[in-house]
């Protein structure tokens, strides 16, 4: 669909391509859908497509007038965070695990997050959950009102606090007493060992100073985890745009930055990050949600445009001799 003030025009599209022929001249509104429900108009559940100018500019045909350029595919986000069954890991406390990166509220009682996807609740607390696109939802653990899962001991990596912190940081999914000791790491055929304190849920490890994962068994509760950690981790400054049009940095990246989603930071922000290879989106908002799609008069459009895309490469490569 091609819109202005003026008039809608209509294309069927099929194998991935979209061709537009006899348009008047003039600057229109263009999104695409998978019309599920054959009624010739998109409604907010069906996928959209609309083009990606930001990623992929391409000036109009000298000769045709026509403009070649990638379309990305949206969802509309207008349903609230589904609430993930609880684990009971006694008779007081409940673990939630959620699908998705939520902010979490505590309005009453006793609470607290593991990592952007998971959190621990007091029976009889209340909470309120918002999901990416700032959609909202509170309710009252209480038992007997939820079905429950079986409970087993589980580690979570908290995305916003291993960016600014130089040591490795979990969390568990079990009470730990506090105690100091060692924990002994092995990067291809060779045994490293790190310092970790622990207490409460929280576990902070020392990196190792050699490239690539640790592999590692840890003592959690009464139980024994294998896991897998980034040896080292870099103190890396996130670009500053000249012009200021880059107000936030969306991240994506290898694991376990790029896990569950993506991460966030502010131009100018020094971030400790493992090595490889993140892509920097440029953001011209500084809102915390992301919502590629919004509504406006009816129309899908992107709600934070992109500013910018950077590759950035952790370490940077060494200079040539």
């Known amino acids: 669909e091609f819109r202005t003030d003026s008039g809608e025009y209509r294309f069927l599209a099929w194998q ?22 054959a009624n010739q108009r998109w409604d907010a559940a069906e996928p959209v ?13 000298s000769a045709t007038g026509f403009i070649e350029g990638a379309w990305r595919r949206g969802q509309l986000d207008t349903l609230p965070p589904t609430l993930p069954r609880p684990a009971l890991r006694d008779s007081l406390w409940g673990l939630f695990v959620a699908k998705e990166p939520l902010s979490w509220q505590l309005l009453s009682g006793s609470g607290k997050a593991l990592s952007e996807e998971a959190f621990l609740v007091q029976v009889g607390s209340a909470f309120a959950l918002y999901d990416s696109a ?50 002994v790491g092995r990067v291809r055929d ?31 509760g009464q139980e024994t985890l294998e896991v897998r950690l980034p040896a080292r981790k870099y103190a890396v400054p996130l670009p500053i745009d000249s012009v200021g049009e880059v107000q936030r940095w969306r991240i994506y990246g290898p694991w376990p930055l790029g896990a569950k989603g993506a991460a966030w930071a502010l131009p100018g922000q020094t971030l400790w990050l493992p090595a490889g290879s993140y892509e920097l989106i440029g953001l011209a908002e500084k809102s915390a949600f992301w919502q590629p799609v919004q509504l406006v008069g009816g129309v899908p459009v992107y709600r934070q445009p992109i500013r910018q895309v950077l590759r950035l490469v952790v370490p940077p490569p060494s200079p040539a001799p």
Not at 21 to 37: E, I, N, R, V
Not at 49 to 61: C, H, I, K, N
């Open 134 to 183: 700032g959609n909202a939802y509170r309710d009252t653990f209480l038992l007997g009102r939820s079905d429950t899962q079986a409970f087993r001991v589980q580690l979570f990596w908290p995305i916003a606090a291993n960016l600014v912190l130089p040591q490795l940081y979990l969390t568990s999914s079990v009470w730990q007493a506090p105690r100091e000791t060692l924990w």
């Open 190 to 220: 060779t045994l490293w060992a790190a310092r970790v304190y622990r207490e409460a849920e929280e576990l902070y490890l020392e990196p190792l100073v050699v490239e690539g994962e640790a592999h590692l068994s840890l003592e959690v």
């Open 49 to 61: 497509w609309l083009p990606d100018p930001y990623l992929r500019p391409e000036a109009p045909d």
């Open 16 to 37: 991935g391509e979209i061709e537009t022929f006899g348009l008047p001249k003039g600057t229109y509104s263009a999104w695409a859908w998978a019309d599920a429900d």
